[in-house]
């Protein structure tokens, strides 16, 4: 029986490459890892989360599917307690601050052997920052629509010294390399939820909101086409 994912979990998987070596963490079903072999696309899936629960529900659906001689699980707070034998590291579903400290915890993640895939719920600008700063590059980024919800999702490479201006913390370049409908919706959202949050906080607002506001009402003219309906 083939494993159905959500939109959001079928665009991390877009990133993967066929034979890679996925490390999931904080799998919760360990869905995206059984998909990923049942595809034939990754040759092995490294399982783990941070929670006894979610890690049991994984293993029982490893043992379910047939993949125990390829996909492993591991009970481990970020990627302290996995092997590192692995090409491509998912975080997906988690907020952005989590992915920041899974990073934060593990400095031999820096390092151009290993790709990053990255999925944030909330706080995207910040991790954008953080990852940038640090001397990873967004080397691509989609946008995909889930329910009502926007997700993007971020390929992230070692490759220091592409860090980004504020405006493009909230809406990297990176997401204009294959532009859909979706990211000229991603863009009004953006700009228009840092509209909102400036005229709610007045002269209180932060003036990040302001200069990155600022910046993505003055793209260059080649961009135009974002502020079209
Ligand atoms: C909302 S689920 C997402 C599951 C799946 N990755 C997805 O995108 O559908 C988040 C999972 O991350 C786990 N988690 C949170 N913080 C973690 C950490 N520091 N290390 C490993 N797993 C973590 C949680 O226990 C939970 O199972």
């Not at 904080?26 to 696309?41: A, E, V």
């Not at 204009?176 to 009004?188: I, S």
């Not at 003036?207 to 502020?227: C, G, I, S, T």
């Amino acid at each position: 029986m083939n494993i159905s994912l959500s939109p959001r979990l079928l665009t991390c998987c877009n990133f993967i490459s066929p034979g890679d070596r996925v490390a999931d963490v904080g799998t919760d079903h360990g869905y995206l890892g059984i998909w990923l072999l049942q595809q034939g696309i990754a040759s092995s899936v490294i399982a783990s989360d941070i929670v006894p629960g979610p890690l049991s529900a994984a293993e029982r659906n490893v043992e379910k599917y047939g993949f125990t001689d390829k996909m492993k699980c591991y009970l481990s707070d970020g990627v302290q307690s996995i092997p590192r034998d692995f090409d491509v590291l998912v975080c997906a579903g988690m907020g952005g601050d989590t992915i920041i400290s899974i990073l934060g915890a593990a400095h031999w993640l820096k390092d151009s052997k290993y790709r990053l895939v990255l999925q944030c719920q909330s706080k995207a600008p910040l991790l954008r920052r953080y990852i940038t700063d640090r001397g990873w590059r967004i080397a691509e980024e989609t946008v995909v629509r889930d329910g009502r919800f926007l997700y993007t999702v971020m390929e992230v490479w070692w490759d220091p010294g592409h860090n980004l201006t504020v405006g493009q913390w909230y809406f990297p370049p990176a997401l204009l390399e294959n532009p859909g409908p979706e990211t000229k919706e991603y863009y009004r959202r953006v700009t228009d939820n840092l509209r909102k949050a400036i005229a709610g906080q007045k002269e209180n607002a932060p003036q990040e909101y302001v200069d990155a506001l600022r910046e993505l009402e003055n793209l260059p003219p080649e961009l135009d086409f974002l502020k079209e309906e």
